[in-house]
């Protein structure tokens, strides 16, 4: 079995920053694509960004140039770095990871989102 633990999201002012990290740890053999989505009430999961193993990015249009997603694979961790906020970024932001198990399996695994919220 594969964790995967969310940080860092809270209440920020437009045109304010916060930095969302998502921790994998358990049975991991390789991590491949990560990703962070996000959703508000009443509407679908919105994709955000996501990074391949080798780094390789790409980012919603509705985030570019404000959000930018990184990785560090020795941590199993992703990141989403999250500037010039707007109150249109407000949504709980979930992480995904596709995990090559220890056991030779392979899996999609999420985190349990943490709530970002952008007010004055």
């Known amino acids: 079995q594969v964790q995967l633990v969310e940080s860092g999201g809270g209440l920020v002012q437009p045109g304010g920053s916060l930095r969302l990290s998502c921790a994998a740890s358990?049975?991991?053999?390789?991590?491949?694509?990560m990703g962070w989505y996000r959703q508000t009430p009443g509407n679908q999961r919105e994709l955000v960004a996501t990074?391949?193993?080798?780094?390789?990015?790409t980012h919603a249009y509705s985030v570019r140039g404000r959000f930018t997603i990184s990785r560090d694979n020795a941590k199993n961790t992703v990141y989403l770095q999250m500037n010039s906020l707007k109150p249109e970024d407000t949504a709980v932001y979930s992480c995904n990871a596709d995990v090559g198990e220890s056991n030779g399996l392979r899996k999609n695994y999420w985190g349990q989102g943490t709530q970002v919220t952008v007010s004055s």
């Open positions: 358990g049975s991991i053999f390789s991590i491949y694509g």
């Open positions: 990074i391949t193993s080798g780094g390789r990015t």
